[in-house]
């Protein structure tokens, strides 16, 4: 009789080391699809610094053109307004006026609507 208590047991551990052994491989699959899927969102993440970094390296060029343009725009102004013109002076000073206004307005306008 006791032979077949023994055999029992034997058989049940068989079978509780099998369901223990599939549910591990269960898991062990899960896990490699998680980390499969945060390898492939780290990827993403390293691709999309790149190319923020490349537009921001390509941004500071433009400001860096612009500034230069900007610069040659106020000495030309200056130069204009110090021939000693007065019209000139006062077309300056008008253009300058009307511009401040638009802005002016513009932000008015917008503060409302908001």
Not at 35 to 54: H, P, V, Y
Not at 67 to 87: D, F, V
């Amino acid at each position: 009789m006791a032979d077949w208590r023994s055999n029992r047991t034997t058989i049940m551990n068989g079978r509780t080391e099998a369901m223990m052994e599939e549910e591990n491989n269960a898991r062990v699959d899960g896990l490699s699809n998680k980390i499969s899927r945060l390898k492939g969102l780290a990827l993403d993440i390293e691709t999309d610094t790149k190319e923020s970094n490349r537009y921001l390296e390509g941004m500071g060029s433009d400001f860096d053109s612009s500034q230069g343009l900007l610069t040659g725009s106020m000495n030309r102004i200056a130069h204009m307004m110090n021939t000693g013109k007065s019209n000139r002076t006062l077309m300056c000073y008008v253009i300058f006026g009307l511009t401040g206004l638009f802005f002016l307005s513009y932000y008015l306008v917008s503060k409302v609507r908001a």
